[in-house]
């Protein structure tokens, strides 16, 4: 069993920056890929940003530009730096990974979702 256990939401004004974290812990043989997803009120999740073991990237063109991915292998750890935001990014954002595990299968775990609020 792994758990992810996200920090760093909160509330900024429009045009600053954010830090979010989540990081893996338990019995694994490797984490391949792991994203970040946000949902606001009334609408869909989506994929904000993901990255791959190697660290291939792939941001949302929503947030290209403002938003950086990226993780830490030794820590089991990905961060999502957020700059310039907007009002538009108020959601709650869930760190996903897709997970090796020792039977061999490959299974996604979801944190609990942070929030994250962006004032006018």
């Known amino acids: 069993q792994v758990q992810l256990v996200e920090s760093g939401g909160g509330l900024v004004q429009a045009g600053g920056s954010l830090r979010l974290s989540c990081a893996a812990s338990?019995?694994?043989?490797?984490?391949?890929?792991m994203g970040w997803y946000r949902q606001a009120p009334g609408k869909q999740r989506e994929l904000v940003a993901a990255?791959?073991?190697?660290?291939?990237?792939y941001y949302a063109d929503s947030v290209k530009g403002r938003f950086t991915i990226s993780r830490d292998n030794a820590k089991n750890t990905v961060y999502l730096q957020m700059n310039s935001l907007k009002p538009e990014d108020t959601a709650v954002y869930s760190c996903?990974?897709?997970?090796?595990?020792?039977?061999?299968?490959?299974?996604?775990?979801w944190g609990q979702g942070t929030q994250v609020t962006v004032s006018s």
């Open positions: 996903n990974a897709d997970v090796l595990e020792l039977n061999g299968s490959r299974q996604d775990y």
């Open positions: 990255i791959t073991s190697v660290g291939s990237t």
């Open positions: 338990g019995i694994m043989i490797r984490i391949n890929a």
